[in-house]
């Protein structure tokens, strides 16, 4: 996660020393998740940019805030500010494991596509219809499975 905040006035406010940002993710117990947490030294001035980066590959779904909190020399708390986000955390099926009987594919419209590449083009068309976890096996996946998971896949799709 990639997030940008500006603090104003910092320089008036530390009178040109510098201070500490915190800058965290809190669950849903308010907790702050330590893994998910940035402590920075900042010099103050009119202007202060924070662009910051947080590894959130490893967050489960669910209701979270970022917390950016501002503190003094002597380590108070001057400034707080918090802003909800939501993950969705999309999980990619590999189509390898999923599990379809033969017999169910081997009535099935699906095998009508003989041609590999042609059965591929044709799981494409359906991107526009297809949701988060669909779209994400068909974008990262399927490019290099055979005709027979592409089979597979398209009979789970459809």
Do not use: W
């Not at 915190?22 to 009119?46: F, G, P, T, W």
């Not at 924070?50 to 959130?56: E, G, R, S, W, Y």
């Not at 599990?99 to 494409?124: H, N």
Request: glycine share 4%.
């Amino acid at each position: 996660m990639i997030f940008y905040a500006e603090l104003y006035g910092t320089d008036v406010m530390f009178a040109g020393s510098a201070f500490v940002s915190n800058v965290c993710v809190i669950d849903a117990q308010r907790q702050c998740n330590r893994k998910l947490q940035k402590i920075k030294r900042e010099k103050s001035a009119v202007v202060v940019p924070m662009l910051q980066t947080l590894d959130i590959s490893d967050l489960p779904t669910g209701d979270y805030k970022i917390r950016i909190e501002i503190r003094d020399r002597e380590n108070q708390l001057v400034y707080m500010k918090e802003r909800d986000f939501t993950r969705n955390k999309v999980e990619l099926i590999d189509p390898a494991t999923i599990p379809i009987s033969d017999a169910a594919v081997a009535g099935s419209f699906v095998m009508q596509f003989k041609d590999r590449d042609q059965l591929y083009d044709y799981i494409l068309y359906h991107i526009p219809i297809a949701n988060d976890i669909d779209r994400g096996t068909i974008d990262n996946q399927l490019q290099s499975a055979d005709l027979q998971q592409l089979q597979g896949f398209l009979y789970t799709f459809c």
